[in-house]
């Protein structure tokens, strides 16, 4: 019998098949600058590098999975905020104050327009490219970059918006339904343009303790996953950096057919917590581990993961967050590697 291709074996592990090995990915975006040789500015801003940066990376070493992501301020960006280059060898970023202050600036936002908005037309054309180039060959996960919550703090600021969930709770809904609907937007025409997976992160949402978190930020997670998937029927992963393990079953409710695992969440616990239909993708450390590590390091850390994850179906092993853009080549040939060398299957 022949072995899946390994977008086939991504897809399958991902939806709980029995698959031959692990799946291994890497959370690898301003990385794929690195190996491509090129700016970060230059990266962030032009589609045609951004998508042979990618595959670039691809062909070096062969993940089951690629990311399309530029920086985290891409809806921020189409949202009216003020968005640009820090440095040359830095992605883009949020320049000057809060764009939402008042209720009067979220009615003034602009209507959802992916195909038109900042840069989220070069991201839809990255993704394009690199579907038809490589997305036979390897899973392709596009970012739609932010949750509504992760977003409205690009919009207001992440002070003020912890304030005005107290002092202003009005304001922050109607802020997160714009957030919503912008999500929604971007998240439908990244699929359209050929995506397997659809991702974003919220990441501010862990710093707002579990009972704010169900209250404040969960209903809006579920809503966005429940409408994507409805809408694009493609898988939807949820991203929050941070020690999660006070919301993983939380995350779990959220709809999203898996969550990414940083590495100060116990995998273990991580992977028992979610149950059965939720994937789990992560966690080796990306700084201490594959960024200052050595590969010897990198392959006893991947068989920790593997083993942590035993009875786990619906496990993808990878980095707890984004590759730095200095980390050595050959500790991502040894993370790709380890599922290879050693593979428990799950009974």
């Known amino acids: ?194 995506a397997d997976v659809l991702t974003g992160g919220d990441s501010p949402a862990g710093l707002i303790g579990p009972r704010r978190y169900r209250e404040q930020v969960l209903p809006f997670e579920q809503r966005l996953i429940a409408e994507l998937r409805a809408t694009t029927r493609k898988p939807v992963s949820l991203h929050i950096c941070g020690d999660a393990h006070a919301i993983v079953a939380d995350m779990a409710r959220s709809g999203a057919d898996m969550l990414e695992i940083d590495h100060r969440t116990d995998l273990a616990d991580a992977c028992r917590v979610a149950g059965a239909d939720t994937a789990i993708w992560g966690n080796l450390d990306p700084v201490a581990m594959l960024s200052q590590g050595d590969p010897a390091d990198v392959a006893a850390a991947a068989q920790q993961a593997l083993t942590a994850a035993v009875g786990k179906r619906r496990f993808i092993l990878g980095s707890g967050c984004t590759l730095p853009v200095e980390t050595p080549f050959a500790n991502v040939d040894a993370l790709i590697v380890a599922p290879q060398l050693s593979w428990c299957t799950p009974p």
């Open 1 to 194: 019998m022949s072995q899946p291709s390994r977008r086939q074996l991504f897809l399958d592990a991902l939806a709980g098949k029995p698959v031959p090995r692990s799946p291994v990915a890497p959370l690898a975006v301003h990385f794929c600058a690195r190996v491509a040789g090129i700016s970060l500015n230059r990266y962030t801003s032009d589609p045609v590098a951004l998508a042979d940066a990618v595959i670039c990376y691809y062909d070096r070493f062969r993940p089951d999975a690629v990311v399309i992501s530029a920086d985290t301020w891409v809806s921020a960006e189409a949202m009216g905020a003020r968005v640009g280059p820090l440095a040359e060898d830095q992605p883009w970023g949020g320049l000057g104050g809060p764009r939402v202050c008042s209720p009067a600036d979220v009615r003034a936002l602009p209507p959802p327009d992916p195909e038109r908005q900042g840069r989220c037309p070069l991201m839809l054309e990255a993704t394009r490219r690199v579907a038809a180039q490589i997305g036979g060959e390897t899973a392709v996960i596009a970012c739609f970059d932010q949750f509504p919550f992760s977003l409205a703090a690009a919009m207001m600021g992440l002070t003020e918006l912890m304030l005005a969930i107290d002092e202003a709770p009005a304001l922050v809904d109607a802020l997160m339904e714009r957030c919503l609907a912008q999500a929604l937007a971007y998240g439908r025409a990244l699929a359209g343009a050929g």
